[in-house]
């Protein structure tokens, strides 16, 4: 199977900082955690490192452990950044497809690290932001089973719309991850696109910052009844903006607009899945947590393999968030992700937990 997977590529520095040398403040009401830096102090880190990451980067690299054959196309600075993005894609075996943006610097991000392993990340985005229509001929989408579109900022997310009307012009299933600043500032093109996607993965911050705009348009009905000991999301549904929505209705409002499947992630709450047959949700699966960034591309670029494969829902969301348990147990974004052989086995490892049907 060949794939495409457009959108960024980065250099990630990551900084382990020890609890007790940075303080944390923790909000009841909106459930925010903050650290906080003192300004002018020299703080000592557990450890620094960097790797190679980036959205496009991350799941043509998940794909590539799995045993198909990706490609990514990102845009980069001429520097020595770019260089390093070029050696890692050729240590997994995947092909480059880079546009060099003269006078750019290649993506960079620097994250921080303590307590509960979730980090902050300040971000430079770079040359990811410089994608034109002009750089992505119809020709550069031929020959691909897949197209997966990750995160895109700015100028690269105008091209949004062509990518995915592109990609299905060629003939190939089209996978949409987009980000939140991509669907709050370009919200009415990005509903343009909608009707091109086979598959769109958002998480519940992304669900709920789209709902407002797909509530008018949604069709009027109840909401499933979820059991009494379901998850929260499900019970709650989405708020936002003066607007609620029950979680399987916006569900079905998205594929209402076009694409076959929508999956929703809520972090160690589990994901959700709608099929064109039913909507399911899968918990999260138990991990010793060193970081949560690369979490949502391991997750969504899994869940996409396996529903192109034509395996069925239930497994392909185990196999998402079996991929996704082992990347939080690294610090990087990539370290943890899966051959076949070790997916199968860590599946295997969590057989109890089962797929929940929630739209009865």
């Given amino acids: 199977m060949r794939s495409l997977h457009i959108g960024s590529a980065m250099i990630d520095t990551v900084t382990l900082v ?8 923790s909000f009841t009401n909106d459930g ?30 998940s794909l590539a452990r799995r045993g198909w054959s990706p490609s990514v196309l990102a845009k980069t600075g001429d520097d020595a950044a770019a260089d390093e993005v070029r050696r890692h894609l ?41 994608i034109t229509t002009g750089e992505l001929p119809a020709s550069c989408f031929e020959g691909f089973d897949l197209v997966y579109v990750g995160p895109l900022s700015n100028q690269s997310a ?3 719309e062509h ?30 696109a909608l009707e091109q996607l086979d598959l769109l993965s958002i998480n519940r911050v992304e ?6 705009a797909l509530a008018p348009r949604a069709e009027e009905g109840p909401d499933a009844h ?27 409002a998205v594929q209402g607009e076009g694409p076959r499947w929508v999956s929703i992630t809520d972090g160690t709450e589990g994901s959700y899945l709608g099929t064109p047959e039913a909507v399911f949700w899968f918990p999260s699966l138990p991990a010793k947590v060193a970081g949560t960034a690369g979490a949502g591309d391991s997750f969504c670029s899994t869940l996409t393999a396996a529903l192109v494969e034509d395996k069925d829902a239930e497994t392909a969301m185990h196999e998402a968030s079996a991929n996704a348990a082992s990347v939080v147990e690294q610090i990087n974004t990539t370290s943890g992700l899966l051959v076949p052989e070790a997916l199968a086995a860590r599946v295997a490892e969590t057989e109890g937990q089962k797929a929940l049907r929630v739209d009865e």
């Fill in 18 to 25: 020890a609890s007790e040398d940075i303080e944390r403040a």
């Fill in 32 to 61: 925010r955690s903050y650290l906080m830096l003192e300004s002018g102090r020299k703080i000592p880190a557990k450890s620094i490192d960097w790797h190679v990451g980036g959205g496009a980067c991350n799941t043509a690299v």
């Fill in 90 to 130: 050729a240590a997994e075996g995947i092909e480059d497809r880079m546009i060099v943006a003269p006078g750019k610097a290649t993506g960079k991000a620097v994250m921080v690290s303590s307590h509960d392993r979730n980090a902050s990340i300040f971000v430079h985005r770079g040359a990811n932001e410089t």
């Fill in 158 to 160: 105008d091209c949004f």
């Fill in 163 to 192: 990518i995915a009307g592109s990609a299905r012009a060629a003939g190939a299933m089209v996978a949409a991850n987009p980000g939140i600043r991509q669907l709050t500032a370009r919200t009415a093109g990005f509903l343009r």
């Fill in 207 to 212: 669900a709920e910052a789209l709902m407002p």
């Fill in 226 to 252: 979820p059991p009494s000991d379901g998850p929260v999301l499900l019970k709650r549904g989405l708020i936002a903006g003066g607007f609620q929505m029950g979680l399987v209705r916006f569900i079905r």
